[in-house]
């Protein structure tokens, strides 16, 4: 089979043209909508009979109080290092001594205030951290809390009631902000690679699309030209069209539109797209053909799973058309200046197990167009009940047609986005086929 692909750029006479992308884009979270996962995650919890406190505390009484009540505490057992200075206490951590929770006053020899506390966390910034204060002022306990403190505590309080709850509340409240922390780095780290292969995915199926190389020399033989727009709406979809070449003055030309978007759909493409290398063979009708794909899609997809296609043979020897559609957006055959839809009726594939295409012959002559699209067209919301349909088609392909009559894909899909809201929700394709001359 002689399917034509990859980037695609104009040439003098015969030849194919892709228009860059329009869309508003894809990024993440269009991705995460077509894939679901939830990263499994393991974060250590303090369940310890002894804990290491860190007291940073200067004045003696006050620490001998909180010492006091720590030691009325039979379960868990806390076990205390008191320090005097915040660079005694960074010290001790930077030893390598085990440290459970630090209890840190804010008013010490070498350091006073909330400077404190954000000092103490790059020293420590996975230890709990529980703010000593004899301000009573909750604004200040909130901005404390805000800086990273997992609790603060009044010394004018009871600490033999206070204390021990305080500890155990910070060592559950960190461990929880870390089970937080790592879930999003996880999280983070799935998204990337998720990317990553949605992009590898989608060169993959931009590489299915005729090559320029490979096609321009026959449609310079045989006075085409085919202008062409796709993009899938996240990255990567269920839209893709080919041609093929059936020897003497003929080719084929074809699209295809899954239901659904995202990665399910591009596998299907794939399976398609495979399926028509497969089953090609120049000698068959468009009807049959479809006959063909239809059987062979029925025991591949999923319940609720099909695709719409339509498929044409250009023959400029005759100077004709012959088609055949599986529900595919009606196309529009222009000629003359002016346009009409061709009938599009079909079984989309996938839905019957007997499937018959019914199949039709127009006359193709020079300066004549054919114009396959998605239904992202169509489909395209201009309203909130509103939809774009043939009649919106219809007038801006009047409103575009050029003095000649002839259609420019780059002019539709402009006047397109200027006619709809955006972003579109799905994969849009547009492909011109026009006989030069005439």
């Known amino acids: 089979m002689n399917d034509l692909a990859g980037t695609l750029a104009p040439k003098v006479g015969g030849r194919l043209v892709k228009l860059p992308s329009r869309s508003v884009g894809w990024g993440v979270d269009q991705i995460l909508r077509q894939s679901s996962f939830v990263p499994q995650l393991t ?6 009979d002894r804990l290491q406190v860190l007291l940073v505390e200067d004045e003696p009484g006050d620490a001998k109080l909180v010492e006091f009540a720590l030691r009325m505490s039979s379960a868990p057992l806390f076990l205390v290092a008191h320090v005097t200075t915040l660079a005694a206490a960074i010290a001790h951590i930077a030893s390598g001594a085990e440290v459970d929770v630090v209890l840190l006053d804010l008013s010490l020899p070498d350091s006073s205030g909330i400077s404190t506390v954000s000092r103490m966390q790059e020293a420590a910034p996975k230890t709990p951290l529980i703010i000593m204060t004899g301000m009573d002022d909750p604004r200040f306990a909130t901005y404390a809390l805000e800086v990273g403190a997992q609790d603060y505590l009044i010394k004018s309080d009871d600490p033999e009631k206070t204390v021990g709850r305080a500890i155990r509340y910070a060592i559950s409240r960190m461990a929880s902000q870390l089970e937080r922390q790592a879930l999003i780095e996880r999280i983070a780290d799935q998204q990337r690679h998720l990317v990553e292969e949605v992009e590898a995915a989608r060169r993959m199926q931009f590489d299915l699309l005729p090559r320029p190389e490979r096609v321009d020399p026959r449609l310079e033989e045989m006075g085409i030209e085919v202008e062409a727009f796709f993009e899938p709406s996240s990255g990567i979809g269920g839209d893709l069209w080919g041609c093929m070449d059936c020897g003497d003055n003929r080719m084929s030309f074809y699209s295809f539109d899954f239901s659904g978007h995202g990665i399910g759909a591009a596998l299907n493409v794939f ?19 479809l006959k063909i794909l239809g059987m062979a899609l029925r025991g591949l997809l999923g319940r609720g799973q099909f695709a719409t296609m339509f498929i044409c043979t250009v023959d400029t020897e005759r100077g004709e058309i012959e088609w055949a559609s599986a529900g595919a957006p009606a196309p529009v055959l222009l000629t003359g200046g002016d346009f009409r839809f061709l009938d599009a009726s079909g079984v989309p594939l996938g839905l019957s197990r007997t499937p018959e295409y019914s199949e039709h012959r127009e006359e193709f002559p020079p300066g004549a167009s054919l114009l396959m699209y998605s239904d992202a067209i169509t489909d395209a919301p201009v309203g909130d009940e509103k939809t774009f349909g043939e009649e919106g088609l219809g007038r801006l392909m009047r409103d575009i047609l050029g003095a000649d009559g002839g259609l420019r894909v780059e002019h539709l899909i402009d006047g397109l986005y200027e006619r709809v809201r955006t972003p579109l929700e799905d994969d849009l394709t547009a492909v011109c086929i026009r006989r030069l001359g005439g």
């Open 43 to 48: 974060v250590w919890r303090p369940n310890k």
């Open 271 to 289: 399976r398609l797209h495979a399926l028509i290398s497969d089953h090609w063979d120049p000698r068959l009708k468009p009807g049959f053909l």
